[in-house]
C-alpha cells in the first residue's frame, strides 16, 4: 500500500511550534496554499489549503526560518485523526505528516508584495546610480 503526497505552496501564515508535554519533542504547524492546477471560468485560478505537521529538528528549522509566504515543498503522508473538541463534539482532521521540508525560495528572494522589484540592469552598475 503507498500513502504518499509531494505538495509546493507558499505558507499562509507563521508556522507554529510547540513541544509535546510528555518528552519534550518538537513538532510545527502550517497551512499550505497550492494552486489547483486550472482556472475557474472567470479567469481566477483556485487553491486548497492543506494542514501539514513537522515533527523534531526540521520543525524548529521550519519554525526558525520560514514565515508567511514561504515557498517550500512538502513530501510526506496524509493522515485523518478524530479527537473531542471542548465542547465534547467528535472532530476529524485530515492533515499532511511531513517528512520533508525544502525551502524553495531563500529569505533575500522574497520582498514585500508592494515593494518594487530589485535594480537588474546588466549595462549599469550599482555603482553607477547616483542614488
Not at 463534539?89 to 521540508?101: G, L, M
Amino acid at each position: 500500500m503507498l500513502n504518499r503526497i509531494v505538495l509546493v505552496g507558499r505558507l499562509t501564515r507563521d508556522p507554529e511550534l510547540r513541544y509535546t508535554p510528555a518528552n519534550g519533542v518538537a513538532v510545527a504547524s502550517f497551512t499550505l496554499a497550492v494552486n489547483r492546477p486550472f482556472r475557474q471560468q472567470g479567469g481566477q485560478r483556485e487553491a486548497d489549503f492543506v494542514p501539514v505537521v513537522v515533527w523534531r529538528q526540521q520543525a524548529e528549522n521550519c519554525a526558525r526560518y520560514l514565515v508567511k509566504g514561504s515557498l517550500v515543498g512538502v513530501d510526506g503522508r496524509l493522515q485523518i485523526r478524530s479527537y473531542e473538541d471542548r465542547e465534547g463534539q467528535r472532530r476529524t482532521v485530515a492533515e499532511v505528516v511531513a517528512d520533508s521540508v525544502q525551502f524553495l525560495e531563500s529569505s533575500r528572494d522574497r520582498r514585500p508584495p508592494d515593494s518594487p522589484p530589485p535594480f537588474d540592469d546588466p549595462l549599469i552598475g550599482e555603482d553607477d546610480v547616483p542614488f
